[in-house]
């Protein structure tokens, strides 16, 4: 699918591309905003199968991993980050609601679809909402 730089979120009217604009690729500059519940929360306070599961969806990506970080609170929640060479994966947890927040900006050649295939396998959840935000590159 491909859409002229008006039409990818930015906030403007909606006119149509220019011929002499652009098309860019919807795949290639994506941001993904994924809240997911899940039946077993335990998953949601395991810090190190949180990261195994970014790594798994960053290389189903084809994603390079510059480095990654990640904080256990109190309550046991987690958040983890991997710093991607073209953006980043993000997993923040909400134990006492079950619930799981994703982010993913996925620029360049990262399959920002396969890697969020991923991340719903592995949190195997019982109800999920993905918004999808086109972004801007110029």
Known sequence: MTTGPDTAGSGASGTAA???QKQINVDDLCSYA???WV???SILTDERRL???LRAAAEAGNATVLGESSHVFPNGAVTAILLLS???LSIHTWPEFSLANVDL??????NGEQMMQKIEAGLAPTRINVSRLL???H
């Open 34 to 36: 994924v809240d997911v």
């Open 86 to 88: 073209a953006s980043h």
């Open 105 to 110: 900006l996925a620029y360049g050649r990262l």
């Open 39 to 41: 039946g077993d929360a």
């Open 51 to 53: 990261l195994d599961l």
């Open 18 to 20: 220019t011929p002499e």
């Open 135 to 137: 972004r801007a590159v």
